[in-house]
């Protein structure tokens, strides 16, 4: 190996990163993948173990950390720009590595003294959770300024081995919709405009290569940790192998840097895993988990929702709002949630938005009353709002009509009656803040619904210039402020349902609605891709009425209150409706979701599904000790015998006890035809011993039973098999 040749190398437990640094240029990528001894090494710097090809520039141009455009490299660029026109092309030409945490994180400083630019790439590889977090920070060291079209918050390599991308898209009630595409040699892109997250573009992916299956196998995932326009893009390189970009969608003229100003980006989470799309979903749960910022500092176990949306919509008055909590808290509701229609002039989505103090209509007393009521049945109270959205209709709107983002001679266009405020004025937060600050001073409110009901359009700042950036990080920062006033508060990120959900959302909340819909069989999808990055504890999932009133389709109780089990429970219809043996049987899942609550929101979580119409997740520790398995039938059986389901994540060498579990008083019949004595034996109060290398490779037999229904078991780890 040539003396002068130096490699950085940063390792995880399971993955490492390798980046070659050549002197005059910026860091080559040379590996990203699983895991390589302390010490391991290309060896030889890339260019001297590649040979140029015909009809090729002098000298070969590798993918960089950085790269740049129009000196030499032909790819997608990690950063376009141009000052009035000119220093249009960018190349680095020094580098310095400053390590943070040797091994684990550091700094590359990346400098173009020809366009005076500096990029500041931070990459930190989690020795616990394995994933991979990157951030750029550019700074315009020039005397002239910048107009930046593209920065890329990361680059990443990816092996040629890789065959195809699974992404998500979706609509306002069907989120996490799952996509598939085949790698080649054509671009693969996403990109997102509306100003939000997005319910159908959502911006992260898993790169699979062959073989790779829900508990095997070499993936790769990547994140953008942003909560308003991004892109992402997945290239084929001319050695085979891939480059992936993330980073934000910057519309036209959106970022001008003055001189000696900077950009950071969003940050990029990423992670690689050999144990298949489980494996790096535990690694994305880990590292959001790591950096959820709870009350107090640790979550407390998540109380039962009862949101009163769907039980009342509009139409919120005292009387059947505290006779609604009166029928939650005897089922065991622990956080009753007052959603839209409790504020001034609220009455329908046509008018109100933005004159958040009670109705005096309706709350002819304020809230006190309604609250203290909610509190002494022993439940905590929580509130909806939006506050980044005005009505025409609404005395904000009469009063300061130019604090909706707006563009000069273009007319204003509504979503949902409403217009999106500018939350980057100054004036605009300060309102906003004293608002929502005064209800949480006056009030013991332990939780906000925090609603974002449209995308946007005409997104104009004061000075003309596009405001999606700014919007974002004005969300982020009202967000902040008044959590640093109330501590206590949690707040619950809402966007017609699934429309803002991100890791850079949940940096400053701490719970997201996941879906406008709580169909249960629609509810299964989206959540089994939910689960892909986000851990189930923050994931809220209601049982609603039948029928659903997104779909009009009808589920059981049962079936409803098992696909809502595993995340953040709550309930959202009108209980007062539901005859002693509904109410009764509401209650025993509430209690069966309290007792099995610890386990389902700690721990890994596995997901899949079988031929039949049968889609299973479980959740349990790496050790395999203790597992609850849920096992979901959506369609009418096509088999005469139901398909077993093997256990992977079991420890072979090990015994299990396997019991079945149901809410308390739950009757089923024994000895009946569609039965057989094992599930009779699950249901006894010992349950059945089964060997956990049976469990694992010829695997767990499962009733015979009608659509839309679910078989809910845990087993538990004895000891050495016998």
């Known amino acids: 190996m040539p003396a002068d040749t130096r490699f950085a190398a940063l390792h995880g437990r399971h993955s490492s990163l390798i980046i070659e640094l050549p002197p005059g240029e910026a860091p080559l990528w040379r590996y990203w993948g699983p895991r390589l001894p302390e010490g391991s090494s290309p060896g030889w710097p890339l260019r001297q173990t590649r040979p140029l090809p015909s009809f090729m520039l002098d000298t070969d141009q590798p993918l960089t950390v950085m790269p740049g455009f129009g000196v030499g490299w032909f790819g997608q660029s990690a950063l376009l720009a141009h000052s009035a026109g000119q220093a249009f092309a960018q190349t680095f030409t020094r580098c310095e590595l400053h390590w943070q945490q040797p091994g684990h994180a550091c700094v590359l400083v990346l400098h173009d003294d020809v366009a005076r630019l500096r990029v500041d790439l931070s990459l930190s590889l989690d020795p616990a959770s394995d994933v991979l977090v990157l951030r750029t920070v550019l700074t315009n060291t020039g005397d002239a300024p910048l107009d930046l079209q593209w920065l890329a918050a990361a680059t990443l390599p990816l092996p040629g081995r ?99 100003q900077a ?105 006190g009353g309604l609250i203290a009521h909610v509190q002494a049945l022993g439940m905590q109270f929580g509130l909806w709002v939006e506050p980044e959205m005005v009505n025409p209709d609404s005395e904000l709107y009469r009063a300061h009509p130019e604090w909706a983002l707006q563009l000069a001679g273009r007319p204003l266009i509504t979503a949902r009656n409403q217009l999106v405020l500018d939350i980057s004025r100054p004036e605009v937060a300060d309102y906003l803040f004293g608002k929502i600050d005064a209800l949480l001073r006056a009030h013991p409110i332990a939780y906000l619904k925090w609603d974002h009901n449209r995308d946007l359009t005409t997104a104009g700042l004061a000075d003309g ?26 707040i619950e990120s809402c966007s017609g349902g699934g429309g803002r959900i991100d890791f850079a959302v949940l940096r400053h909340t701490h719970r997201v609605w996941t879906s406008d819909c709580i169909d249960a069989l629609s509810r299964i999808e989206i959540q089994q891709g939910f689960l892909q990055f986000f851990p189930p504890e923050i994931m809220g999932a209601h049982i609603g009425t039948a029928p659903a009133h997104t779909t009009g389709r009808t589920q059981a109780m049962d079936f409803r209150a098992a696909v809502a089990l595993p995340g953040h429970l709550g309930i959202e219809f009108d209980l007062r409706q539901l005859d002693a043996n509904a ?3 509401l209650r025993g899942w509430i209690d069966l979701y309290k007792q099995l609550r610890e386990r389902l929101h700690q721990g890994r979580v596995w997901r899949g599904s079988l031929p039949d119409g049968l889609v299973w997740q479980a959740h349990g520790d790496d050790a ?96 050495a098999a016998a």
Request: glycine content about 10%; charged content about 20%.
């Open 162 to 260: 890789c065959e195809r991308v699974h992404s998500y898209a979706g609509q306002h009630v069907h989120e996490f919709m799952p996509q598939v595409d085949a790698l080649g040699r054509s671009l693969w892109r996403r990109e997102n405009r509306r100003g939000r997250t997005s319910h159908d573009c959502f911006p992260g992916a898993v790169v699979a290569t062959p073989g790779a299956t829900p508990q095997a196998g070499l993936v790769y995932g990547a994140h953008l940790a942003w909560s308003g326009n991004h892109q992402q893009t997945i290239e084929w390189l001319h050695d085979g192998q891939y480059q992936w970009q993330l980073g934000e969608w910057l519309a036209p003229g959106e970022v001008q840097l003055a001189p000696g």
């Open 624 to 719: 395999g000790t203790d597992l609850l398995l849920l096992v979901y039938r959506t369609q009418p059986t096509q088999h005469r015998y139901t398909p077993v389901l093997p256990l992977p994540m079991l420890q072979p060498g090990s015994r299990y006890r396997v019991q079945q579990l149901a809410p308390a008083g739950t009757v089923r019949p024994r000895g009946a035809h569609h039965t057989a004595p094992f599930f009779d034996a699950l249901n006894d109060e010992g349950g059945v011993l089964l060997d956990g290398a049976w469990l694992q490779q010829a695997g767990l037999p499962l009733p015979r039973a009608q659509a839309e229904t679910a078989f809910i078991v845990q087993l538990r780890r004895q000891g």
């Open 465 to 490: 210039r596009a405001g999606y950036r700014a919007q974002v990080l004005a969300f982020y920062a009202l967000v902040d402020r008044l959590r640093r006033a109330h501590p206590q508060v949690e």
């Open 263 to 367: 950009i950071t980006t969003p940050e990029v989470v990423a992670s690689c895993s050999s144990a298949g799309f489980d494996g790096l979903a535990a690694n994305f749960h880990a590292e959001l988990r790591s950096r959820l910022r709870w009350p107090g500092g640790a979550m407390a176990a998540r109380p039962v929702h009862l949101n009163t949306w769907e039980g009342f919509y509009f139409d919120v008055h005292p009387g059947p709002v505290m006779a609604l909590a009166d029928a939650a808290a005897e089922v065991g509701v622990e956080r009753f949630v007052l959603d839209d229609g409790w504020f001034h002039g609220r009455h329908h989505d046509r008018a109100a938005l933005g004159d958040w103090w009670p109705d005096e209509t309706k709350f002819p007393d304020g809230l």
């Open 583 to 585: 109410r009764s049987a």
